[in-house]
Nanobody, 122 residues
Framework: QMELAESGGGLVQAGGSLRLSCAASGRTFNNYHAGWFRQAPGKEREFVAVVSWSGTLTVYGDSVKGRFTISRDNAKKTAFLQMSSLKPDDTGIYYC???????????????WGQGTQVTVAS
């Protein structure tokens, strides 16, 4: 079993930045690809970004390309999401996720964190 714990959410003004962290425990983190998803009130869950187990491959959702950067530190068992140029539409609960399958981690990962709230004020 893998446990994921997000942190770093909060309230920020439009145009500002936040850095989310996802700390993993329970299994060998560097065997897993890691990703971020988000869900706004009344909307479906949205794919944000994913990073391969090695950190060499990244994929971003269209709405965050050029503004968000995903990364990881396997020695610290932690994944990160650096968010810049934030917009009110970025508001939502951000979830960290992990899976050993590169295709599955972008659609329906096996492991999820509890989420962290990000609110962007206009």
């Amino acid at each position: 079993q893998m446990e994921l714990a997000e942190s770093g959410g909060g309230l920020v003004q439009a145009g500002g930045s936040l850095r989310l962290s996802c700390a993993a425990s329970g299994r060998t983190f560097n065997n897993y690809h890691a990703g971020w998803f988000r869900q706004a009130p009344g909307k479906e869950r949205e794919f944000v970004a994913v990073v391969s187990w090695s950190g060499t491959l990244t994929v971003y959702g269209d709405s965050v390309k050029g503004r968000f950067t995903i990364s990881r530190d396997n020695a610290k068992k932690t994944a990160f999401l650096q968010m810049s140029s934030l917009k009110p539409d970025d508001t939502g609960i951000y979830y960290c996720a992990a899976d050993t399958s590169w295709s599955r981690v972008r659609i329906n990962p096996a492991y999820w964190g509890q989420g962290t709230q990000v609110t962007v004020a206009s």
